[in-house]
């Protein structure tokens, strides 16, 4: 069994992602060819921004956002504690400081009554000038911007929206990857819509920072190729996985968003009452990226876990250890400023098989061994 199955989605989509990548190959453009730019224009429509402008990865894709904002050393920039390392990583390559912020236990993602305080707290320690929210859309679930947007506007932040794992989900119908002032996603072979590489994208409706986000991308370039105005990065989208996205977006649309909601409200159905389940608040679309339960302890989760490897079936467990106690990060972080759901969370969540080709004997399989586990 496969955690996400890329061979079987592979063989679905072969003959049209091999002539994709054939017809690549036959152009030689394999730098800022045709796929690319027509990639960025389907994306943009889907996510409903203005501009979409494609980079090499979603880490730069957050860099790229925060350099045009011109954060750096003596900003604070709020990011949730249980998230993956690169939110918080590109805040200290800026040279900011972040800030760590607790999630709610139901949808993971960052909580605003925990920004605000971690937001007060910083304007009376003095020592940080408040400046950007990263929101983290975690497992596919956009994060609250109805509550996020209130504090960010109540203080007068930049929201910067992390949809790596969100891209597909919406609150309403508006799309993830459109609620930040500057949002980003990755197209790391595992998420949600994922090409046979790195790669990523930034998303705005503001032209100026759209213009300084594609001249960032391609090493601080002005109008003249060879007079460049600013540092910036190498932080191009190759034209081979423009176009492999652009076969594997036809499919994400077509079918793979509604199948595997599906595959998960088929483990909504068999783990019901059994373990805690992902929620997902009324109004809101998950594009799944992960399919996360919540046990009761560790020892609980270990062993449910250790079960499952006896079986051959993967279970991942994201994120093991909070933001804050990493050990790049003890140096920043004061225990006043503690994160309990984030810390309680890394001791009880597992992530289970999830992909929209996922059969529902597999789906069932894992459950009776879920079952089976917590009973022993």
């Given amino acids: 069994m496969q955690f996400r199955d890329l061979k079987k989605q592979y063989e679905v989509l072969k003959n049209d ?11 030689s ?3 800022n060819g045709k796929p690319v730019k027509e990639l960025e224009a389907e994306l943009g429509e889907y996510v409903g921004a203005k501009h979409c402008i494609t980079c090499a990865n979603g880490t730069e894709a957050l860099t790229l956002g925060l350099k045009t904002w011109n954060i750096c050393k003596g900003d604070a920039v709020f990011v949730p504690d249980f998230t993956f390392f690169a939110s918080a990583e590109v805040i200290s390559l800026e040279g900011a400081t972040p800030v760590f912020v607790d999630v709610e236990k139901a949808t993971f993602n960052m909580d605003s009554v ?3 305080k971690k937001i007060n707290k910083t304007i009376a320690d003095g020592q940080l000038k408040p400046k950007v929210i990263i929101t ?3 497992f596919g679930l956009p994060t609250d911007y109805r509550t996020i ?3 960010a506007d109540k203080f007068g932040l930049l929201i910067l929206e992390d949809g790596a794992q969100g891209f597909g989900g919406d609150i309403n119908g508006k799309k993830a990857c459109s609620f930040g002032d500057i949002s980003t996603t990755s197209f790391f072979p595992a998420k949600p819509l994922g090409c046979y590489g790195d790669g990523g994208a930034v998303f705005t409706d503001n032209d100026d920072w759209a213009t300084l986000i594609d001249s960032y991308r391609v090493h601080g370039k002005g109008t003249f190729k060879y007079d460049n105005v600013r540092v910036g990065l190498n932080s191009r989208l190759d034209t081979l996985q423009a176009a492999i996205l652009k076969v594997k977006f036809r499919a994400f649309k077509k079918y793979e968003l509604a199948d595997i909601n599906k595959a998960a ?5 068999l783990l019901k009452g059994v373990v805690t389940t992902p ?4 109004g809101f679309t998950s594009s799944r990226a992960q399919y996360t339960i919540q046990l009761r302890d560790s020892e609980e989760r270990d062993h449910v876990q250790a079960k499952l490897k006896e079986n051959n079936v993967p279970a991942m467990v994201y994120y093991p250890t909070p933001m804050h106690s990493q050990t790049v990060h003890k140096s920043i972080f004061t225990p006043s400023e503690s994160c309990p759901v984030s810390e309680q969370l890394c001791k009880t969540v597992l992530s289970l098989p999830l992909h929209p080709y996922i059969s529902e004997e597999d789906i069932a399989l894992v459950s009776n061994l879920i079952k089976s586990s917590i009973k022993k």
């Fill in 136 to 138: 983290v859309d975690l």
């Fill in 149 to 151: 947007r209130r504090v």
């Fill in 29 to 31: 453009a394999f730098i």
């Fill in 114 to 116: 925990d920004l605000e």
């Fill in 265 to 269: 409200a088929k483990y909504d159905d």
């Fill in 17 to 27: 992602i091999d002539a994709a990548m054939i017809e690549v190959a036959e152009s």
């Fill in 279 to 282: 929620f997902i608040p009324e």
